[in-house]
T-cell receptor, first 115, second 113 residues
Framework: SQKIEQNSEALNIQEGKTATLTCNYT??????LQWYRQDPGRGPVFLLL?????KEKRKERLKVTFDTTLKQSLFHITASQPADSATYLC??????????????FGTGTLLAVQP | EAQVTQNPRYLITVTGKKLTVTCSQN?????MSWYRQDPGLGLRQIYY???????DKGDVPEGYKVSRKEKRNFPLILESPSPNQTSLYFC????????????FGPGTRLTVT
């Protein structure tokens, strides 16, 4: 069956360290992958998009990698801060052919950065 | 300010009482969609619309209706709500269907008793 897996357990790290979140998928062939941040009680906010032919994408303290062989994306936050504490969602953009594509979301990983 | 708005933000209702959750965006986006978010299941798409008068089912459309009469509005209608529709609902929009980032609304927490 098709599946997207993100760590269901919270990731606790110390301020200043690099946080690494994982998104694994099976039986999908996404053309694009997106990462979102979601704070409690609020809507997800877009962070980064990476294409299948890109290995890595950076934006300020954020870095995303996309390995289509391993079927995995890694999301890194360097020099993490308590304000980075949130749930992070990965979303696979699946091409259904023709004019149809769809975003499939993972369940998210809660990141807690301790001061 | 570019945004997606939803109303109401919180709603408690009873089984069978028709309700509408409104969604509006001010970014002239073509693509709009509705998601529900449940613990352990993540965000699941209910319906989407690629343009005015063009709507289609997502992954969990049963029990919901939508309409897109104007570009900016995309209401979600529950004709006869049931307790299994208790959830957190998000409306989202994007410039087009083509892999664009989604702009999400603030969410509507619905409880059906």
């Amino acid at each position: 069956s098709q599946k997207i897996e993100q760590n269901s357990e919270a990731l606790n790290i110390q301020e200043g360290k690099t946080a690494t979140l994982t998104c694994n998928y099976t039986n999908y062939s996404p053309a694009y992958l997106q990462w979102y941040r979601q704070d409690p009680g609020r809507g997800p906010v877009f962070l980064l998009l990476i294409r299948e032919n890109e290995k890595e994408k950076r934006k300020e303290r954020l870095k995303v990698t996309f390995d289509t062989t391993l079927k995995q994306s890694l999301f890194h936050i360097t020099a993490s801060q308590p304000a980075d504490s949130a749930t992070y969602l990965c979303a696979l953009d699946i091409d259904y052919g023709g004019a149809t594509n769809k975003l499939i979301f993972g369940t998210g990983t809660l990141l807690a950065v301790q001061p | 300010e570019a945004q997606v708005t939803q109303n109401p933000r919180y709603l408690i209702t009873v089984t069978g009482k028709k309700l509408t959750v409104t969604c509006s965006q001010n970014m002239n986006h073509e693509y709009m969609s509705w998601y529900r978010q449940d613990p352990g299941l993540g965000l699941r798409q209910i319906y989407y619309s690629m343009n005015v008068e063009v709507t289609d089912k997502g992954d969990v459309p049963e029990g919901y209706k939508v309409s897109r009469k104007e570009k900016r509005n995309f209401p979600l209608i529950l004709e006869s709500p049931s307790p299994n529709q208790t959830s957190l609902y998000f409306c989202a929009s994007s410039p087009s269907r083509d892999r664009d980032e989604q702009y999400f609304g603030p969410g509507t927490r619905l409880t059906v008793t």
